[in-house]
Nanobody
Framework: QVQLVESGGGLVQAGGSLRLSCAAS??????MGWYRQAPGKQRELVAA???????NYADSVKGRFTISRAYAKNTVYLQMNSLKPEDTAVYYC???????????????WGKGTLVTISS
């Protein structure tokens, strides 16, 4: 059974750091991404790592966030530094593009982890 379990979120002050983890099961991680959804906004891809290990970042997080993965643990990480209030969101990991499961190919998402940055 496919499962994505995100963890590591919390409440931190602006300028602080957090490290998010995403444990995957039921499939082997390959090209993966971290997405976030702020209140009232659409979910967006903020960091991605390709099968070959190349990384890409949204302009809003470039230079502050780092995506990585550990194949042995089937886990993806997001190191977030110099956090800003506008980084407040629920963060999700998923394949890039997102996993589609079932007869109708519905996108699968984990529960995410809430990151709140205070000013």
């Amino acid at each position: 059974q496919v499962q994505l379990v995100e963890s590591g979120g919390g409440l931190v002050q602006a300028g602080g750091s957090l490290r998010l983890s995403c444990a995957a099961s039921g499939f082997s991680i390959t090209a993966m991404g971290w997405y976030r959804q702020a209140p009232g906004k659409q979910r967006e891809l903020v960091a991605a790592i390709t099968l070959g290990g190349s990384t890409n970042y949204a302009d809003s997080v470039k230079g502050r966030f780092t995506i990585s993965r550990a194949y042995a643990k089937n886990t993806v990480y997001l190191q977030m530094n110099s956090l800003k209030p506008e980084d407040t969101a629920v963060y999700y990991c998923n394949a890039d593009p997102p996993l589609r499961l079932g007869e109708y190919g519905m996108e699968y998402w984990g529960k995410g982890t809430l990151v709140t940055i205070s000013s």
